[in-house]
Structure formats: structure tokens, C-alpha cells
């Protein structure tokens, strides 16, 4: 089955989250705590993604770019009213924290990265689902922190997750077709280095140190596949 994988992801960060939610009694002492150790620990993974770039002059233009997009777009208002169309149906926002803010800042950390990307292509080509599986085991972990902290805002992440991983997994046999390996390796390695980058962000969003709007530089992605496609 090739969407098992991305199922099973999905489905840990569903579990992930509803454990976390059973843990929203602890005191708020701990919990500020733990978000501001989950901030450092993300900061730390951001960097490391980061490094990752070989040609960090392409990282720059397409943050720039995306930025200017995103900002244009207005990606992170639309996937905020999302979540604050989801907290107004189900009036959960004073008791159980942001929907809308555990949905945007839990949705970026379980998207961005090339592990997602790598896993779903390994899926749809191979039925080796082993990444994704591993990948889901650390965002169901990740789950129940940021749930506990929070809100059940974090068990949404699973749609966007099982979405964008399905839909690589599907067509993973035409993107391997069209796209040369060394484009790809390319793309995959800028990609993450892009989105270490945003992944920064909101770590220093969680410390309370930025209030950046992370998911307006969503499109730099997009714009990384384009500059390697015309290298190549």
C-alpha cells in the first residue's frame, strides 16, 4: 500500500496528541519550561538543517523571494483563520489553549524537512515505508509535548502531514522520471537547508524572542525547486 507510510505518520501525531492533551494538567511552571526546552531543542535542529546548503547565496534569494510572496499571499493569516474558524465551532480556545497556534506552529515542524520528502518517495517507489514510520515515531513523541503545551490544536497537523506526503508518494514514480537524481539530491539538500532556516524561527518564536510569521516563508521552497531547475 503505498500511502501506509504516510498514514501511520499521520496517525502517531494523532496519538501523539491526544496523550499530550491527557498531560494538560500539569502546572503552568513546567509547561512554560518545557516550551522554552522545546524552542532551544527546535533552534538546535534548525541549525543543524541549515548547514546543510551548499550554496548558501541560493538560501538567501530564495528566503528573500519567499518572504516577499508569502508576505504578498498572506499564508500564515489564512492558516490562522483556519484554526480560529476550527476554535469558534468548537469554543475550546480558553480551556485547551490556541487550536490556531498549536495547528500552524506543529504543522511546520512535522512538514518542513527532507525526511518527509525522502520517506514518501521511498514509499511510492520502493513500498519501503521504514522512513516515514521512523519519522512518524518522532513527531508522535514531538506530539505530545507541543499538545501539552499547546493544545489539541496539534492533532490537525495530521491532515496537512498525510496530504503532502500521500500526494509525493503517488507521484513519486513521475517525479524520479522527470527530475535527474543529482536535481533532486540537490533540491532535497537546499530544501532542508531553506527550512532549517524557518525552523529557527519558530523556535525563537516559541522562546518568545521573535514573533516572526514563519509560515509567510513557506514559498521559498517552491522558489529553491525553481533555482534548481534552471541550474540544471
Known amino acids: 500500500m503505498v500511502l501506509f507510510g504516510a498514514l501511520i505518520n499521520a496517525l502517531l501525531i494523532i496519538i501523539g496528541s491526544l496523550i499530550g492533551r491527557l498531560l494538560k494538567g500539569i502546572p503552568e511552571n513546567m509547561k512554560q519550561t518545557v516550551m522554552y526546552a522545546i524552542g532551544i531543542v527546535v533552534?538546535?535542529?534548525?541549525?543543524?538543517?541549515?548547514?546543510?546548503?551548499?550554496?548558501?547565496?541560493?538560501?538567501i534569494i530564495c528566503i528573500v523571494l519567499g518572504a516577499v510572496v508569502g508576505e504578498w499571499i498572506d499564508i500564515d493569516k489564512w492558516i490562522n483563520r483556519l484554526g480560529q474558524m476550527i476554535e469558534l465551532k468548537f469554543g475550546s480556545k480558553k480551556q485547551d489553549g490556541s487550536i490556531a497556534q498549536g495547528f500552524v506552529t506543529s504543522t511546520l515542524i512535522f512538514v518542513i524537512g527532507a525526511m518527509g520528502v525522502l520517506g514518501a518517495l521511498n514509499s511510492g517507489l520502493q513500498n519501503d515505508h521504514d522512513l516515514l514510520v521512523s519519522k512518524g515515531i518522532i513527531d508522535g513523541f514531538t506530539a505530545v509535548i507541543l499538545s501539552a503545551t499547546l493544545g489539541i490544536g496539534v492533532i490537525l497537523s495530521s491532515i496537512p502531514v498525510v496530504v503532502y506526503q500521500g500526494a509525493i508518494a503517488l507521484l513519486a514514480t513521475q517525479i524520479t522520471r522527470l527530475v535527474p537524481e543529482a536535481a533532486l539530491e540537490m533540491f532535497l539538500q537546499e530544501m532542508t537547508a531553506a527550512g532549517g532556516i524557518m525552523i529557527i524561527g519558530i523556535g525563537t518564536n516559541l522562546l518568545g524572542l521573535t514573533k516572526i510569521r514563519v509560515a509567510n516563508l513557506l514559498p521559498c521552497l517552491v522558489f529553491v525547486g525553481i533555482v534548481v531547475a534552471i541550474i540544471f
Do not use: A, H, P, R
Open 43 to 59: 533552534i538546535v535542529m534548525g541549525v543543524q538543517m541549515g548547514l546543510e546548503s551548499s550554496n548558501f547565496v541560493i538560501i
